[in-house]
């Protein structure tokens, strides 16, 4: 691989979206050929389970069930846009990607996490991300500004404990890949937090 792969992981209000559209816009900037990807979705299938997990609320889907959809989605993502982005010398940046299933249907959900880590091995058949941008805020806040965003989804509309248990989990992500996984706490605005993302990303392409 050629090319760099960043993600954004973190609980729901955190910023992952603006902030990774704001790093796309800054790396374009400074020259690079940035790529912005978001899980579920990105290609045609994904999209299609996208809405299927988020928007489809007549749906009842169990986290066994919820966990394979989100592979295959991310399967597909992977081996249809990323890979070759990456062979091409492509910085990829990725609006969630495995670590977001070990978090949710894991930690969440209490789906079992060694079973978890398969799946995610075959679905991206061994790809790791080179950076992961781990936003963390307090579980109350982020819903609350989830919720004034765009009203919530099928996965936001979960109880606080559940959001609780997926932080938790992130956190817990962290302290076993200090290298990979960097934790950026979302404190005062956006510009601020956005600082602290170029950062981590600037010292990483050094």
């Given at each position: 691989m050629k090319g760099i792969f960043i993600t954004f992981e973190g609980p729901e209000g955190s910023g992952k979206s603006t902030?990774?559209?704001r790093l796309i816009r800054h790396l374009k900037a400074k020259g690079y050929d940035p790529l912005l990807v978001r899980e579920p979705g990105t290609t045609r299938l994904?999209?299609?389970?996208?809405?299927?997990l988020l928007k489809s609320a007549s749906v009842k889907i169990g986290p066994f069930g919820e966990m394979m959809l989100f592979e295959a989605a991310r399967c597909q993502l992977t081996d249809e846009i990323i890979r070759p982005a990456l062979k091409s010398g492509k910085v990829v940046i990725s609006d969630r990607y495995y670590d977001a299933t070990t978090a949710y249907q894991g930690g969440g959900s209490g789906v079992k996490i060694s079973f978890i880590n398969k799946l995610n091995l075959e679905a991206t058949r061994g790809l790791k991300p080179d950076l992961t941008l781990l936003l963390d805020i307090d579980t109350n806040t982020g819903l609350r500004r989830a919720k004034g965003v765009k009203g919530f989804d099928r996965m936001e509309e979960k109880s606080r404990s559940y959001h609780?248990?997926?932080r938790r989990a992130y956190l817990d992500l962290a302290k076993r890949e200090p290298k990979r996984i960097?934790?950026?706490k979302v404190r005062g605005t956006i510009n601020e937090t956005q600082g602290l993302v170029r950062r981590a990303?600037?010292?990483f392409i050094k």
């Open positions: 902030h990774a559209l994904g999209e299609m389970i996208r809405k299927i609780r248990r997926v960097k934790v950026i990303v600037e010292e």
